[in-house]
């Protein structure tokens, strides 16, 4: 199978490498600064700036895939342009393919009314709004899904909710509109992944209260706005259930597939500008009369992240390729290799960037700080890695039985 990028792609990774280089890059500085003193609970003047130029520039939604309302790319032609957009925090965002966006309108366009789509896709597809999803919580070990205690109760043409959520990306944000929560419709049924649905929830709704930002390894606002969020008798349209109830491990499925491979496309990119950073310093730096580059330890430990980036490439192209060919449930072996092995290889090649780059790689002039951070919070967002790899160790297991 030859994972080469077709010529559209060819051209497309060129405009953005171009555009990264013209308008990302330059502002990544900024982006930090506005980040720290703004928080969480303020836009970024520099996204708001930027993401016109992204438009105009015709590098927007690129992420879609098999819909008229994107860039009509496969996952397989996406994950090299979504590579180069991980390089930065910045960028994603800038081309509106940034989590938990994506993975929303995904789901809006997947398993929403044309109603749904048209009051909340396609201000999220304009890049007008933004929003965020619901599922995590504090109570419970939600790396178990069916653990969840949101309670989603009919009452005539409503549904009421509560339940108390965390590590909501993006509820903190001024422009996050609407919510996609994930609670128990049916707390009784014996199948325990029958009892659980997926409900939209405007943001402005009586009786949504966001508690308030939650760091992330001391950083507020960037890479991530985790926050905390609590549903006190939320009533909205019952037409806002999607796909009916008793569906929400169905969309979830559909939703957290492409939204891991999407993380682990970006942390590929994360971990290249890791290595080319790395070398950069290692060669710029004099230890013990030579540079530290000529170090042995320095030198295989970048071959080593050489080696360790392109099996992740690899690995990843893979199981984009099965996504596209026979689709997310099946290729779910596939998508948990990846979750586990991607998130952990940038891990190590961002700590061995911080090792070379010595004290300073601790603050954040480097940007390693926030990109370790980023490369950490995902060996559990998603799923933890425990989780993903007893799934690929049953599957393994179901060959031989």
Request: proline share 6%.
């Amino acid at each position: 199978m030859s994972y080469d990028p077709s010529p559209k792609v060819v051209e497309l990774q060129k405009r953005l490498n171009a555009f990264m280089e013209e308008y990302i890059y330059p502002n990544e500085d900024r982006h930090v600064r506005e980040a720290e003193e703004l928080g969480p609970w303020k836009v970024h003047p520099i996204v708001e700036e930027l993401k016109p130029k992204a438009k105009a520039a015709g590098l927007w939604n690129l992420f879609l895939p098999q819909s008229e309302r994107g860039a009509g790319l496969t996952n397989l032609e996406y994950a090299p342009l979504c590579e180069i957009m991980g390089r930065s925090f910045l960028a994603p965002e800038v081309f509106n393919c940034s989590a938990p966006d994506t993975g929303n309108m995904e789901v809006l366009e997947r398993y929403g009314t044309e109603e749904h789509r048209k009051q909340w896709l396609e201000p999220l597809l304009a890049g007008e709004i933004r929003s965020c999803f619901a599922m995590t919580e504090p109570n419970v070990a939600s790396s178990d899904a069916t653990n969840v205690e949101t309670s989603i109760r009919r009452d005539g043409d409503f549904y009421v909710i509560n339940g108390h959520k965390w590590y909501t990306t993006n509820a903190t944000d001024p422009r996050c509109r609407i919510a996609i929560l994930m609670g128990k419709t049916d707390p009784d049924n014996p199948d325990r992944h029958r009892q659980q649905s997926m409900i939209l929830v405007p943001m402005d709704t009586p009786g949504v209260k966001v508690v308030r930002p939650l760091p992330v390894f001391g950083f507020y606002g960037m890479p991530d706005r985790a926050s905390e969020v609590i549903f006190e008798n939320v009533r909205v349209p019952a037409s806002n259930l999607l796909l009916g109830e008793g569906r929400g491990f169905e969309i979830a499925q559909g939703r957290l597939g492409p939204g891991r491979i999407h993380h682990c496309m970006r942390q590929i990119g994360l971990a290249e500008r890791a290595l080319e950073k790395m070398c950069r310093r290692s060669m710029s730096r004099v230890a013990f009369g030579k540079p530290v580059a000529e170090q042995g330890v320095t030198v295989e430990r970048i071959a080593e992240s050489r080696i360790m980036i392109e099996q992740a490439r690899l690995l990843t192209l893979h199981a984009a390729h099965r996504m596209d060919t026979v689709g997310n449930k099946v290729a779910k072996t596939e998508i948990a290799m990846i979750k586990v092995a991607v998130p952990n290889m940038a891990a190590k090649v961002i700590d061995w960037a911080i090792q070379a780059h010595g004290g300073g790689g601790t603050s954040n002039d480097f940007g390693l700080t926030h990109a370790y951070a980023m490369s950490r919070v995902l060996r559990l967002a998603d799923g933890p890695d425990e989780v993903h790899r007893n799934q690929i160790g049953k599957l393994e297991l179901r060959k031989y039985r």
